[in-house]
C-alpha cells in the first residue's frame, strides 16, 4: 500500500539500491582483472583504465547511497507516519468502546513500536532489490568464468547464512524468554520511584533495597544466560559463510594452480564469496522486518476493524427535549431541572447511552437517537475523565457556548487559574498531574461547562473540594445551569440541599430535584 | 527544578571504577577480541600467498594450507563465541552495577529534592534511561568494540604486508575526518530535538489512547487528531533535517572506502613494476580494503547508539550529585509539643501562600484543620512533616527546630499521610513496610477495616498486589496507606484528607478506629468532609494562608461566621 501509494519514489528506492550495492559486489571481479590484464601482464596503460572504472563505479555508488538513503527515508517516514495517524484516527473515533474492546497498553503499543516496524519494512525496500540485484549480477558473471566454482559460492553462501535461522531457531525461542525478565528490573526500579515518597516517608528502603537487589542480580544472571545463547549465534555468523570462502578458496587455487583460471580470477572468487554474503544477510533482515511489520499490522489492523459500540441507528432520530427516563413511565431526571441521584456509574452510563439500555429521553428511546447529536446535545462527565496536556486556556475551551472565564467562575476555580504563572497560557503536564486533585476535578468541571450541553450528567464532581468550595460551586452551577437537565450523581449532602425536593424522588429517598425556575418548560424545544 | 546531570568525568570514573573491579574479565574479553581478530586477517594473506605462488608457477601444498585456513576458521568462530560470553558477562555486571547504585542513591534522595523535580523526571531515567543504557551496553558496545579492534588490526596487517601500498589509505584519511566532524557537529543537536519530537508525538497518541472515553464524551476527536498531526509535523520536519545530513554525510563513507583501492592499483601497477611490491601484496592489500568496509559501516551506525547511552548514562549518575538526607547526630527533645513562630513559606518568590501562622499543639491533641482549596492546608502539613522548610520562622518539636533533626530520626516521630497512594508491586506483608508478627498485622488491618479483603486473598498477607497480579482499589489503597502509619506508630501524625477516596460511610469509619487506635498521639489532621469535627480537640480554619479561627467545635459554632455555617450545614439531617 504505502509502495504503491508514490511510485516515483519506489522506483528511485530501488534504482537507488541497486546502484549503491552493484559497485561493491563487482570490484573484487575489476580488481581482478585489473591485477590479471594489467598488473601482472605489466600493462601500465591499461591500469589507467583501470582505475578510471573504479573511480568511476565509487562516484556511482557514493552518489546512489545518498540517493537510496533519501528515498529509503522517506519511504519510512511515510510508512510510520500513516500507520500512526490511522492508528491515533481510530482510537479517537472509537472513543469509549476503545478501552472496553482493546487494552489500552495494547494501543499505546501500536503508537510507540507497531508504527515504526511497519516504517522499517518499507524502509529495507530499496536495499533489498539492490541486495537481489547484485547476487544476480555477480552470480551471471562467476559462472560464466568456472561453472563449478560459481556454482559452489552461489549455493553455499545462502545455504549457510539461511542455515543459521533454523540451527539457531531454539536458541532464540530460549534467548525471548529470558529476555522477558529484564523488563522486571526496569518494572520495580520504576514501582520504587513511584512510591518513593512513602519510602522515605515512612522508611522501608532497606527493605526494598532488598527485593530490587534480588530481582536485579537475577536479571543479570538471566542477560549472562542470554549471551551465552547468542554466542552460538556469534560463532556461527563467521563459522559458517567462512567456510564456503575457505572451500571456494580450496578449489579456486587447485584450479589456478592447473591453470584453468587466473590468479585474478581466484582474487574475484575470494572476495565474491565474501561479499555474497552483505546481500543474502540484506535479505534476510529485510524478511525479518517484513515479518515483524506483518505482526504489526495485523495488530493495527486488528483496531482499525473496531467499529463503536453503538451504531448509528437505521432510522436516526432527531433528540428531544424532554425527561430522562430508564423505561418507560419510568422517569429518572425530569427535563429542565436539576435532579441528585446516589453515586451509580451504570446507571449513569445507562441514561446517556454508554451502556446498552431501554432508556428513553424525552419519550424517545436513546438507541434511536442520531449519534452524533445525541454526544453533542447530553454529555456525561466522569471523575476519571483526562485532562489533557496543554496550555490551560485551550484545553478548558472544549466549546465556546460559554465563555471560560464564566466556566471557571462558576467551577470556582479562578484561584487554580490565578495561582499557575502564567494564568490561562500555563501549559498543564501529562493528565493534569501539576495541579492538585481538588484543582484537578474543578478544570474538569470548567471544561464541560464551556459545552453547555442540554443534558449534562456529573458524577460526584466535587468529592475532592473542601466543604466551602463545594457549598459555592452548586450555587453557581445551579444559577448557570438554569432551566437546562443536570443530574448530578452524588452522596454530596450540599448538592442533596440544592436539588431540595419537589416533586417525586423517582429512585429512592435519596435522589431529589429542584424546579427550575421560570424558563424551561418540559419538552418545548429551545 | 531538575535533578542534575553527571558530567564526562564522573562517568569516566565511574566506568573505570566498575571495570576496575572486574579486571580479570575485561582483560580476558579484550585479549579474546583482539586475538579473533587476528585470525581474521589470514584469509587474504593466504590468498596473496597463493597468487604469487600461481604467478611464480610454483606449487605450493594447496591441501595443507586449505586445512590450515579452516583450522584457522574454527578457532577463530570459538575465540569469537568465547569473547561474546565474557563479554555479555561484564556488560551485565557494568548494567546491574548501575541499576542497583541508581535505586540505591535514589533512596537515599531527600523527599524535599524529589518532591520539587516531580517523580516524572526520576521515573524516565529508571526506565528510558535504564533501557537506553542496556541496548548501548548490550548491542552498540560490543559492536564498536569488535569493529574498532577489527580496523585497527587491519590497517596494521596491512602495513605489515606493505606499508607502501598502505600509503593508499591516507586518500581518505582527511575526507573520513573531515566529513564526520561536519556530520557529527550537526546530527548531534538534530538527533536530541527528534528524540524529543517523537516523545512528543507518543505522549500525544498515549493521551488520546488512555482519554479515549473523555474524547467522546466532549466531543474531542477532531482536536485530538490536530493535536496528533502537530506533533507529528514537528517530528517529521527533524527527520527531514536528519535525512538531509545523512544524504550528504553518507556518500562520503562509501568514497572513503573505494577511493583508496583505485589507490592502491595505482601504487601497486607502479611498485610491482619496480619490483618494491609482489601480486600476492597487492592482493592482500585490496582485499583488506575490500574487508573494512563491513566494520567501517558498523563502527559508524553504532557510534550514535552509544552516544544516545552515554547521556542515558549521564542522567542515571546524575542522582549521585545529589546530596543525600541530613544526617546529623541524634537531638535530644523534651517533650513532644509542636511549636510553629511566625512561620512563613512560598513555592514562587514573592507569592508567600502562609503568612505567619504562630501555632502550638500540645502533645496527644487532636487538631483538625480546614479550610478553602488553596488556602495553605497541604503546604502546612508538609511544613509540619519536616518535608520543606519555612522561609521564614521556626516549626519546632519536643523544642528542637525541625531543621535540626536528622532524617531518621524525625521520620520516627512524625508522619505524613496523604490521599496519594502508591500500591508497590510486592505483597501485603511488603506493602505494609513492617516486620511485625502477622497477629499484629491482622489487628492492625481491621482497625483500618482491610482485614476481611486481606484474608480473602488466596495467600493472605503473602498475596501479591498490583498490576499482574491483584489488582487493589484506591480505597483500599488507602486503608493500606493507614495501616501502614499505624504499624510504624509514630507519636505524631499528620492526617492530609487520608481518607478521601474511600465512600462516605467507610471513611468514618476508618476515621473512627484510626482515631482509636491514635490515641494518646497527636494527630494533626486536614479534611474537606467535616463528619469527624466534632472529635477534634481544636479546629483551625486555615484561610488564604491566614489563621481565620482556632477553637472547639462548640466555640467556632457559636462565634458564627461563614465556618460555622458549614460545620452546622453538616449536621444537618439530610441525609
Redesign the interface.
Known sequence: MVLTARPGLTLTAAIAGAG?ML??AV??LV?GA??DT???A?E?AD?AG??GL??G???V???A???L??AS??MW?HGA?SA??A???H?????????KRMA?GE??AM??EDVYDIGNAVETFGRTIGALTSFAVVAVVLVTITPVLGTVALVGVPLAVLGIGPLLRPLHRRKEAQRER?SE?????????????????????R???R???VV??R???A??A???T???L???E??LP??I??IV??LG??L??DGAIS?GD??AF??AS??LV?PVRTATEAADAASAARVAAGRVDRLLRLAPEFDQPAQPMPLPEGPLSLAEGDVVAPAGRLTVLP?DRALAQRLTG?ADSDALIGGVPIRDVDRAEL??RV????GD??L???RVGEELA??DAVSVADAIAAADAS??ID?L?EGYDAVL???G?SV????RQ?LLLA??LT?DPDVLVLEEPT?????????RIVERIAALRQGQTTVVLT?S??W??AADAHGVAPHGPAASSRDAPATAQEGAAR | MMLPLADARMVRRWLRDVASRKRGDFAVMLTLFVLASLLGLVGPRLLGVLVDAVAAGRRPPVDVLAAVFLAVLLAQAALRRWAHVRATRFGEHLLATARADFTEHVLRLPIGTVEEAGTGDLLSRATSDVDRIEYAARYAAPEILTSSIAVVLTVAAMLVTSPLLTLGMLVSVPLLMLTTRWYWRRANPVLERMLAAWGDVQASATETVTGARTVEALGLADRRVAHNDRALRAAVATEHAHRSLLARWLPTLDLAYLLPVAAVLAIGGLAYRSGLAGLGDITAVTLYLLAMSAPLVELLAWVEELQVGSVGLRRILGVRRVRPARDGARVTPSGRDVQLRDVRFAYRDGHDVLHGIDLDIGAGERLMVIGPSGSGKSTLARLLAGLAEPRSGTISLGGVDLRCWPHDQLRGEVLLLTQEHHVFAATVRENLMANGDDFRLHDVLAVVGADDWVRSLPEGLDTRLGPGAVSVSPAVAQQLALARVLLADPPVVVLDEATAAMDNGAARQAERSVAAALAGRTVISIAHRLDAARDADRILVLDDGRIAALGTYDELVAEGGSYARVLASHDSPVR
Do not use: C, K
Not at chain 1, 91 to 99: C, D, R, V, W
Not at chain 1, 379 to 382: E, F, N, T
Open positions: 549503491a559497485p561493491t570490484m573484487p580488481v585489473a591485477i594489467s598488473i601482472a605489466g601500465p591500469l583501470w582505475i573504479v573511480l563505479l565509487a562516484i555508488q557514493a552518489v547511497s545518498g540517493v538513503n533519501w527515508h522517506t517516514i507516519v500512526e495517524r492508528v491515533v484516527g482510537a479517537a473515533h472509537l472513543g469509549a468502546t476503545l478501552p489500552t494501543v499505546v503508537g510507540s529484564f528490573v526496569t518494572a520495580m526500579g520504576a514501582d520504587i520511584v513511584a512510591g518513593l515518597r512513602i519510602l522515605r516517608g515512612v522508611g522501608g528502603e527493605q526494598h533495597l527485593r530490587f537487589t536485579n542480580d536479571v543479570r544472571d542477560g549472562v542470554v549471551g551465552r547468542e554466542s552460538w556469534a560463532a556461527a563467521i563459522a567462512g567456510l570462502t575457505v578458496t580450496w587455487a587447485r589456478a594452480l590468479p581466484l582474487i575470494y572476495g565474501a561479499f552483505v453515586p454508554y454526544r453533542r454529555m456525561l462527565v466522569l475523565d483526562h489533557f496536556a496543554g472544549a466549546g484561584d487554580v495561582a504563572p503536564s501529562e493528565r498531574r492538585s486533585g481538588g484543582q474543578r471544561r464541560a459545552l468529592s475532592a473540594v473542601d466543604a466551602h468550595t463545594e457549598a452522596s449532602p450540599l442533596r440541599v
